[in-house]
């Protein structure tokens, strides 16, 4: 008995000590976690600390820049506010109203104008701006572009000013013959220094473009599951010499449908000879029908020209080719159907290109026509541009498709 007293005190023994230990670590532990605790909530405050005090500063800075902003705010009201009255608006429109035809630089600033008056909420007004963009020439956005360069790096901004815009008094080589040249609106043609071949100087993808259009039609081609369908409007002739081509501008509402996809026809334009060939031959003339989508994607559609019988279209157009060059011109009381120009079948052949002028921008979906329209012999030699065609491009493993 006394021997099993022994053990069992032996083992409380045991027992206690273990839990002594225990209790000691234990609270050894809890004691060392608070400290770290304590010593990360310091560190945190300091931290916090530091925090406040840049956001107090970024407040202050913050503050000053709000208080510039409502400044050119309220210098943007003001401005918004001398247009809304519509007093500006109205002196312009009627200082054009006497006027027959308006440059697209007119039309884009009046567009402007009616925005600023009007507000970006009458949708009218913004497809009116839109259309005028739209209406103006690649050309002459450049002159936009270089005007914008050039003001901003005579204002000491650091801009990189394209080499096409270089001012004529900057330019070293340039005489004051090639500035008045220069002036004129001379970027580029189709002949000599200004040709296809010299393009890429000054527009980088003419030349260096791996998708350029137009291109030799041959096959074998593969089979295109695409379907045109198109509904073209009767609307107000608009007719434009642009000094490249004569170029017919679209009112909106004639459509081209791809799939599901829709475009709207812009504009359409003539080449001579056709820019494509088919099978290494050109037709005596081809006319690009140049459709957007709201996504901005370009469709073109082309029909060749081969000469033939008179086509009663053309007869329309010819008869109104505009008086003067670079400015629209409205014939009064002449309306056209754009759908009047195209052949009943609208078989294609369909490769993706560019545009076939500068700036060469590629992302443009071409559907050439299988069947050609005809043109008379006199008609073609009415035509005012002797030769305006890029010569063909090379496929770059591009496939063409027909449908
Ligand atoms: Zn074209």
């Known amino acids: 008995m006394k021997k099993y007293l022994r053990i069992i005190l032996e083992v409380l023994l045991a027992m206690l000590l273990v839990g002594a230990a225990a209790m000691a670590y234990w609270n050894y532990a809890g004691k060392k976690h608070i400290s770290y605790e304590l010593a990360e909530v310091t560190e945190q405050v300091d931290e916090a600390k530091e925090a406040l005090e840049k956001a107090e500063e970024e407040m202050k800075e913050l503050k000053e820049n709000i208080e510039k902003l409502e400044t050119s705010v309220r210098q943007i009201d003001s401005l918004k506010a001398a247009f809304a009255n519509g007093i500006v608006l109205q002196d312009v429109e009627t200082s054009y109203k006497g006027q027959k ?17 009007n507000g970006v909420n ?22 936009t572009v270089c005007a914008a360069q050039n003001a901003l790096a005579a204002a000491g901004q650091k ?9 004529p008094e900057k330019d070293q080589h340039g005489g004051k013959e090639k500035s008045a040249k220069n002036a004129h609106d001379v970027h580029w043609g189709y002949e000599g220094d200004n040709g296809p071949e010299h393009w890429g100087a000054s527009f980088p993808i003419c030349g260096k473009g791996k998708k350029q259009s137009p291109l ?47 475009f709207d026809l812009l504009q359409f334009h003539f080449h001579r000879p056709s820019e494509e060939q088919v099978d290494g031959k050109n037709a005596a003339m081809v006319a690009h029908f140049v459709h ?20 009663a279209a053309i007869k329309t157009l010819w008869a109104n080719l505009p008086p003067k060059e670079g400015e629209e011109y409205l014939p009064a009381k002449v309306a056209f159907n754009p759908g009047t120009m ?4 609208l078989g294609f052949y369909n490769y993706e290109g560019s545009l076939t002028t500068p700036p060469c921008t590629e992302g443009v979906n071409f559907y050439i026509l299988k069947t050609p329209v005809d043109i008379s012999k006199a008609q073609l030699a009415k035509f005012p541009f002797k030769m305006n065609a890029r010569p063909v491009q090379n496929l770059n493993g591009r496939k063409i498709s027909a449908g």
């Not at 608009?238 to 459509?255: A, D, F, M, R």
């Open 216 to 262: 030799n039609i041959v096959g074998p081609f593969e089979k295109s599951k695409d379907v045109l369908s198109l509904s073209y409007k009767e609307g107000p002739l608009k007719i434009l010499n642009n000094g490249h081509t004569i170029q017919v501008n679209v009112e909106p509402g004639s459509k081209l449908t791809i799939g599901k996809e829709e």
């Open 292 to 311: 957007k989508s709201k996504e901005g994607k370009l469709s073109v559609i082309g029909v060749l020209l081969n000469e033939g019988k008179d086509s």
């Open 342 to 345: 195209l052949p009943k079948d």
């Open 122 to 143: 009458d949708p009218e007004t913004v497809a009116a701006f839109q259309k005028s963009l739209e209406m103006s020439e690649w050309g002459k956005n450049l002159q």
């Open 101 to 117: 035809t308006l440059s697209a630089e007119r039309q884009v600033g009046i567009a402007a104008l009616r925005l600023l008056t």
């Open 159 to 167: 801009v990189q000013v394209l080499s096409d815009c270089k001012t």
